[in-house]
């Protein structure tokens, strides 16, 4: 039977692998917000936003050589979003893909590549050695209908967005009782923290766990799974940041730490 040292190897070698994907967290080099006509960073195109479409209009011609879902573009089409019942897939070239994504009534091309500047200079997503110490159980208690929470993100310019939680976590922690937010994450829920080695030894911004409330009404966070966000391996990314009541006042010296390049220096701050 593995150890749990051993599992935590498995995962990590699965998170170094995911993090070089097409689409992994490395490869996405724009998002770029369309609020009128115009070009995008690093493709062709004329992207705009059109009543009544959940999504964009992009204009471009044959010897831009894009396709969306499949068919070369010539003159103007239409490029439904994430989260519709079919959205559309761009492509640009054998390495660039993008997607269109939706906050509100507001929406971005994303651009992916898998040749990407970042994946090129990746070595690996430094972290901690397995600590049994910060496999914590504490407890957990469903709101009924939920609770409504300000997230800030970190482009927001300090902007808060409400995120509904299902319930909150309760830990202890050297005779102190914290009470935490974790919102729903598909069938997880995913808990945004930040602790003492934040800007230390570990990505200024915090950590994400993602975690699962047991049967019994207890709940398991193993911080040896913490992970680092998306917006650690690009800025293309705009990340939720920690709430007040998810900042640890001590170090949590367990999980992932910084993304590190293959010469042995961060990725980013």
């Known amino acids: 039977m593995e150890t749990p040292g051993e599992k935590l190897?498995?995962?990590?070698?699965?998170?170094?692998?995911?993090?070089?994907?097409?689409q992994g967290p490395l490869a996405l080099v724009n998002t770029q917000w369309i609020?009128?006509?115009q070009t995008v960073w690093g493709v062709p195109g004329l992207w705009a936003p059109r009543e009544g479409l959940s999504g964009l209009q992009l204009t471009a011609a044959a010897e831009d050589g894009i396709t969306v879902?499949?068919?070369?573009?010539?003159?103007?089409?239409?490029?439904?979003?994430?989260?519709?019942?079919?959205?559309?897939d761009v492509v640009f070239s054998d390495t660039q893909v993008g997607h269109v994504i939706a906050q509100g009534d507001s929406y971005a091309l994303?651009?992916?590549?898998?040749?990407?500047?970042?994946?090129?200079?990746?070595?690996?997503?430094?972290a901690f050695d397995y600590a049994p110490e910060w496999v914590i159980t504490g407890s957990w208690q469903e709101i009924p209908g939920g609770k409504s929470v300000g997230f800030e993100?970190?482009?927001?310019?300090?902007v808060s967005r409400d995120e509904v939680i299902p319930g909150e976590i309760t830990i202890s922690h050297d005779g102190q009782e914290y009470t935490l937010a974790a919102f729903k994450a598909g069938r997880a829920l995913q808990l945004v923290f930040a602790d003492a080695t934040n800007d230390v030894s570990t990505?200024?911004?915090g950590r994400f766990l993602f975690?699962?409330?047991?049967?019994?009404?207890t709940i398991t966070l193993d911080f040896n799974l913490a992970v680092l966000p998306p917006c650690a391996f690009s800025y293309a990314f705009n990340c939720p940041l920690p709430p007040a009541q998810n900042r640890f006042p001590f170090?949590?010296?367990?999980g992932e730490k910084n993304v590190m390049k293959s010469d042995g220096s961060l990725l980013h701050g």
Request: net charge negative; no cysteine.
């Open 9 to 22: 190897a498995i995962f990590r070698e699965r998170r170094n692998l995911a993090a070089v994907q097409p």
């Open 35 to 37: 609020d009128m006509e």
């Open 69 to 88: 879902d499949g068919e070369p573009v010539e003159g103007t089409v239409d490029v439904r979003a994430k989260g519709t019942e079919d959205p559309s």
């Open 110 to 126: 994303r651009v992916w590549d898998s040749n990407s500047e970042g994946i090129q200079a990746f070595g690996h997503i430094d």
């Open 153 to 158: 993100h970190l482009k927001d310019e300090g």
């Open 203 to 205: 990505y200024s911004v």
């Open 211 to 217: 975690v699962a409330p047991n049967p019994d009404g």
């Open 251 to 254: 170090p949590i010296e367990a």
